[in-house]
């Protein structure tokens, strides 16, 4: 291993588009996380391309839902299931975390930590007391680990996923493998379905939610890349592009973004999500490599 540079080691506080973020920058690549959300909005590998899509029609405001990166789904996922008025996919992404601090690893790798309460604003929607951590970690692999613990008296019940956009270079050229055999649900057409095909490809609108804690593959020969999505504490896989239709329907997405984009997300919804009673906590947590692609997989 060659020694530590450590004068490349930064953890920079910063204002970008008018919203709170940390630059990371280390020998393994850069990030950059907004505090609203904690939301990781950009993953470089040290040598490589963007691993992470945002919309260039994102609206970057306070308070909005910033279409891209990393996305934090918490307590709910989508729509809450009685009350429509309020934001897909909860609060979180939408809430400004506290910056609980960053270290640097012997190895260089650093790590941000950030935090999450229970407060009035978020009793209103979820009348429970919790703690949420989320960790963002930049060494070989970009790993990310949101932990909720339930610091009231009573149990409550929740869902999480960690939104992940990826970058890709067409989605009607790239391949998604490791789902095979698995069931999901086809938010689409509401029937459950099992994957009977060795590669999910993209020809069409998918919003699948997958029960299965496998490993996932992002094949991208544009990109010469193929993105290993591995996971811990997650029972849930969604596979997600808005295909032509509903780009147009998106205002903070472009008409052809769709083709630039493919959502794996690491979650725990619908039939796996997760109850917590009193003290306990929940950690979800998944790693995201970037691989150059072998000959043989370049060859297709
Ligand atoms: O990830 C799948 C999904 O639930 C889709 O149904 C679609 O709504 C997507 O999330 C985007 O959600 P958002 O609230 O970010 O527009």
């Not at 691993?51 to 709910?76: D, N, Q, T, Y």
């Not at 992002?218 to 890349?225: A, I, N, Q, S, T």
């Not at 619908?270 to 929940?282: M, Q, V």
Request: contains cysteine.
């Amino acid at each position: 291993m060659s020694a530590r540079d450590e004068s490349t080691d930064k953890i920079i506080e910063t204002v970008e588009n008018g919203l709170l973020a940390l630059r990371v920058r280390n020998r393994f690549g850069s990030l950059l996380v907004y505090r609203q959300g904690a939301q990781v909005v950009d993953y470089t590998p040290a040598g490589g391309a963007p691993v992470l899509f945002v919309s260039r029609a994102s609206r970057l405001e306070r308070k909005k839902a910033i279409r891209g990166g990393v996305p934090i789904c918490f307590p709910w996922f989508g729509p809450h299931e009685e009350r429509k008025e309020l934001p897909a996919h909860g609060f979180a992404r939408t809430s400004e975390f506290e910056y609980l601090g960053g270290a640097t690893s012997a190895s260089g790798e650093v790590s941000l930590r950030f935090g999450l309460k229970a407060g009035p604003a978020t009793r209103e929607s979820f009348p429970y007391d919790f703690e949420a951590h989320y960790e963002v970690r930049l060494g070989e692999n970009l790993t990310l680990v949101f932990t909720v613990r339930n610091t009231g008296n009573v149990p409550f019940t929740f869902e999480a996923a960690l939104h992940t956009y990826f970058a890709v270079s067409d989605v009607r050229q790239v391949e998604v493998t490791g789902l095979t055999g698995e069931s999901y649900l086809d938010q689409l057409s509401g029937r459950v379905e099992q994957e009977a095909e060795r590669a999910v490809r993209i020809s069409r609108e998918v919003d699948r939610i997958y029960t299965s804690r496998a490993t996932c593959h992002l094949v991208d020969p544009g990109l010469d890349r193929e993105i290993v999505v591995s996971k811990q504490g997650s029972a849930s896989t969604v596979v997600w592009n808005p295909w032509i239709e509903k780009s147009q329907r998106l205002a903070d997405l472009g008409d052809d973004e769709y083709l630039r984009m493919l959502c794996i997300e690491s979650a725990n919804v619908r039939p796996e999500t997760i109850e917590l009673f009193p003290s306990e906590a929940h950690a979800l947590q998944v790693s995201i490599a970037s691989e150059r692609l072998d000959a043989e997989r370049r060859a297709g």
